[in-house]
């Protein structure tokens, strides 16, 4: 493999993750009545306001893409919000599939170091 290239893993997990990143926006902000019925201890506007996690984890993979190492400090934010939100309201299942999607992210991430360093320059 070319040490210029993005690791295979880190395509397919940021693709994974972009698609299901898109989904918690969908259902964040369009289908939020279900999320309520779900977790009634979230409110409307609660609701409303962390749609904004899963968009700016978005933009930040879709900036890892390209190479961006700036995206490394966004996602390790996101990763320590969404946990905090997790353990807070007892979502333990999404705190379980965020931790591994984190570590394998962070893995793929150090595996494509060259990648990032390409794009620094």
């Given at each position: ?26 259902k ?13 201890s ?50 333990w ?21 060259n990648?990032?360093?390409?794009h620094?320059?």
């Amino acid at each position: 493999m070319d040490k210029q290239k993005r690791h295979i893993g880190l395509s397919i997990l940021i693709v994974l993750l972009i698609l299901s990143n898109s989904f918690g926006a969908y259902k964040l902000a369009i289908d939020s009545e279900k999320f309520i019925a779900v977790y009634p201890s979230f409110s409307v506007t609660q609701i409303k306001a962390l749609v904004i996690i899963p968009i700016v984890t978005i933009i930040s993979l879709v900036a890892m893409w390209f190479g961006k190492s700036w995206t490394i400090v966004i996602t390790i934010i996101m990763f320590a919000i969404v946990i905090f939100l997790d353990v807070y309201f007892n979502v333990w299942y999404h705190a379980l599939l965020a931790s591994v999607s984190f570590i394998l992210l962070m893995y793929f991430c150090w595996k494509s170091k060259n990648h990032f360093l390409r794009h620094q320059k």
